[in-house]
């Protein structure tokens, strides 16, 4: 249900720009998030949305330099990271789970049961 793009070479220092679109369309309360996978490590939590877009949380790894934004009328949710480094390479999942608590961790892969399959941010020095 949920298909991440816009991933690909960018050079140090850059921007880029990630999209989720999901396939088919909801009216139940859809919280998203995105994670990062690097060779050798495990999944990371990047960012997440409320429903609404009225909530935001970011890793410390991002914050200051990232933005979650989300258009449901589109059925779809970005991330925008700017000022990318070499540790932002990765593979990056957009993820999303029915519900409207927000007092969970949402920084934990195990809350999301919808998950896209990846896409690849190789940032280039």
């Known amino acids: 249900q949920l298909q991440a793009s816009g991933g690909g070479l960018v050079q140090n220092g850059g921007s880029l720009r990630l999209t989720c679109t999901v396939s088919r369309r909801t009216n139940s309360p859809l919280l998203m998030a995105w994670f990062r996978q690097a060779p050798g490590k495990e999944r990371e939590f990047v960012a997440a949305?409320?429903?609404?877009?009225?909530?935001?949380r970011y890793s410390d790894s991002v914050k200051g330099r990232s933005t979650i934004s989300r258009d449901n009328a589109k059925n779809t949710g970005w991330l925008q990271m700017n000022t990318v480094k070499a540790e932002d390479t990765a593979v990056y999942y957009c993820?999303?789970?029915?519900?409207?608590?927000?007092?969970?961790?949402?920084?934990?892969?195990?809350?999301?049961?919808?998950w896209g399959q990846g896409t690849l941010v190789t940032v280039s020095s």
């Open positions: 993820a999303a789970r029915v519900t409207t608590d927000l007092t969970m961790d949402l920084s934990v892969p195990t809350l999301y049961n919808y």
């Open positions: 949305i409320s429903p609404k877009g009225t909530v935001t």
